[in-house]
Structure formats: C-alpha cells, structure tokens
C-alpha cells in the first residue's frame, strides 16, 4: 500500500480530444457544475471541485461521465485565460484547448506521485524463455533426427476467457478516498481479487509435443526455437522454448567442426607393409579404408596430430570440479595461467628434483601435488570450482601416432548438407616390446 495521487493515465475513457461542445454560447453551465456563481473566486472554485471530485470519483462509485465533466468545468474555470474565453463565447471560444485528461487534471490538483504504468505506451513485455538442453548422438548429428519432446506449459482457459477484474475495474490497485478534516488522503492498495494485474483469468496446465528437427551437421550447442511455446499471460506474448543441442561423446568417432577423428593402434607390421580396415560410420555404413605399402610409415605433414593440445607438448587430463586435498601440497602458485603451471612442473619444479604427478587450480591459485599419478586419482574428490590437472600416462608419451586422412567422409556440413568433411584416421603404431622406435635407431 502507498499514498499518493490517483494513476492519472488509467482512467478508462477518459482522454481525447474536443468532446461535448454547446450550441449556443452557454456561458454559466461550468459554474453549474461546479455549483458556483459567476462571481466565484479562484478558491471557490478550487473548494467546490475538492468537494465535488470527491464526490463523483469513480473509485468511490461516482459516475464517470459526471466526474469527467467537472473536472473540465474546473480545468477551464480555475486558469484565468479560459476562463475568461469561457466567460465570453462559451465553449465555442476554447475552440482550441480540448479538454486535458480528467485523471492527469485531478491529479494535479491532490498533488501527483504514485503513477502507475506509461498508459498505452508500455511495451509489451515476454515472458519467460524455457531454455532446455537436449542431448545428441553424434550418429544424430551426423544423419540428421527429429526427437519428440514434450512440455508442459501454462496456457489461458480460453472458455473462461479474461475478464476485468470487477473489484478494481482493471486497474489493479483500489483507491480510498478518506477525509480527515480539512485533509483528503488518498490510499491506493493493491487489488486483492485479482492480485494487482487487473484481470481475471484461469490458466491450465497444457502438454504439448514439439518435434525437435536435428539438421544434418548441426554444431554442438545449436539452438532450436519454438516461438511463443512458453507459459501465457494476457498481458505478455509468450516467451520462446528454446532446445539447444548437446552434442553427447562418442566412443569411436570425434568430431572438429566437419572433420571427424578416429583412433586406431596399428602393429608396425602393418605399418610398414600397408593394411585394410573396416570402419562401420556413423551413419552404419561399412567403410573399407586401405593403404599402401610405406604409406603410413611416412609422416605426414610434420608430425600433426589434431587430438594433441598443441604438437608435442605433454597433454595432460583435465578434471572439473575435482581436488585430491589428502596428497600434500609441495609447492603453490599465485596464477591460475594453466600454460605458466604446466611448464612449471616440467621445467623449474623437475630440475629441484620435484615430480608433480598433479597441480590443482582454484579460483585464485595452484597447488601442486608431489605424486603419481595413480595416487592422485585415488585420492580425489569432488570440489566446486576446483580443477585438476594429471600428469599424463607415461605410456602414451611412447606412442607413435600416424594419421590417414579419408576425404569427404567426415560430418556433413551444417546448411550445406552435401558438402563433408574429411574423415582422419589417428593410428598408434604398435612396437613390439623388443623393438621399440628408440632402440630401432640404436640398432641401425
Ligand atoms: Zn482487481
């Protein structure tokens, strides 16, 4: 509840222009109104509208029409310039000055504040978005889907329509009127009936099934939008179900943009002398890659590998929202820059004879766990906010990784379907135990 003038602009039929002009030059009607004479000074004239507005205020159960009128008589009688227009040719001689809005004129008069909303003017608001994630396959993503997702939504019982609601006209807030002596306050609350949104309506819960259409080659993250799907309200459009795609791992296949990775290990015989593999695709095709001879065996274009970090550098496993807070901290750092950590360990903190098997990272430092790596696996634990970063397994720093690419096999371009990416095979070469690449050289 608040105190304060009427809401001006929302005096249903209230406003425009030019209304209820007399034939003949009727001179007196406005001092009828305001019960006055002719004589009348500028404060009678002011007490006889306080008293009158009052009266005749529809929200005390006056009659509009009425009210709207004395307030016109006032407006002109209480300026001094048309009143005297008034005086001399009636309302003919306000030709121009059309009545003002009756809320905006009373409210002057009691003092204003407490104005609610711009009138027509207020932009039409939404309501809320449903934002839901969706997983996809890459298989999915690949052949293009449609799932079937159902919601329910809050929709308005269009039977029962959207009434005013009769306690407060539509305006939401009641006003009251209350003399206290020589004061007139003014108490607005809100409607209780309708809860202060001057309406009522009924709504019910309505299940919908929408198709979500999952294009061919759509990226990860991809938002599919159903337009005005969300709750209703008379007062709002209805906001967006919005479906963004969660592209959702893949045991074999990895994708980078179009191009999709798989890895294989190899024997160094098949290396060496060519081999041939069947690869079912995504789309469960059975694709039959060859190679030839001494193919595999010359590295292509410099070593690159496009599943490493960076080339060559150690990759080590990043953990989300995990800590190892039993394995002590041998050495911290004020930074956070996981490039600035990394070559901590394997440069500065490994001459002091320090084998970091694990750093930690919270929001402003880094802790660096002396240990291997397999005790800092058994000894994590979830933590918000932390994130932990493992020593690779040493074993896959002696692979010898080889890619054969396969043109056109990859993921199907996002809005350009027939266009694909390239299919790339990563192949670990596997040494025999007795001839590994080191000791191969070291033979020759
Ligand atoms: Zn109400």
Known sequence: MFFGGFPGGDFPGMGGKGGGRSKNADTTKFYKLLEVDKNASESDIKKA????????????????????????????LSDSDKRAKYDRFGEEGLENDGPGDAGDIFEAFFGGGGRRGGGGARKRQKTKDVVQNLKVTLEQMYSGSTKKMAITRQ???KKKGVQECRE??????KVEVVRMGPMIQQMQSQCHSCGGQGKSFQTKQDREVLEVHVQKGAPD?????????????PDADAGDVVFVLKQQEHADFKRKGADLYVERKISLVEALCGFQMELTHLDGRKLLIKTQPGEIVKPMSQGFDPLAKEDNKTEWEVIEDADCPSVENVAQADTTDIDTLKKACET????????VGCFVVDGQRAYFKQCTREEALAAKKTRRGSTMYLIPDPDAKKA??????????????YK????????FLILTIEFP???SPENQTAAS
């Open 49 to 76: 509208y306080r008293k009158l507005a009052v009266k005749h205020h529809p929200d005390k159960g006056g009659d509009q029409e009425k009210f709207k009128e004395i307030t016109r008589a006032y407006e002109v």
């Open 155 to 157: 929709v308005i019982d």
């Open 168 to 173: 407060c006209d539509g305006r939401g807030v």
């Open 221 to 233: 993250g991809h938002k599919v939008t159903f337009r005005e799907m969300a709750d209703e309200h």
């Open 348 to 355: 500065q903190l490994k001459r002091k004879g320090i084998d």
């Open 400 to 413: 010898f990784r080889m890619m054969k690419a396969v043109k056109d096999e990859g993921m199907p371009t």
């Open 416 to 423: 350009n379907p027939f266009v694909h990416g390239n299919l």
């Open 433 to 435: 135990d007795s001839l």
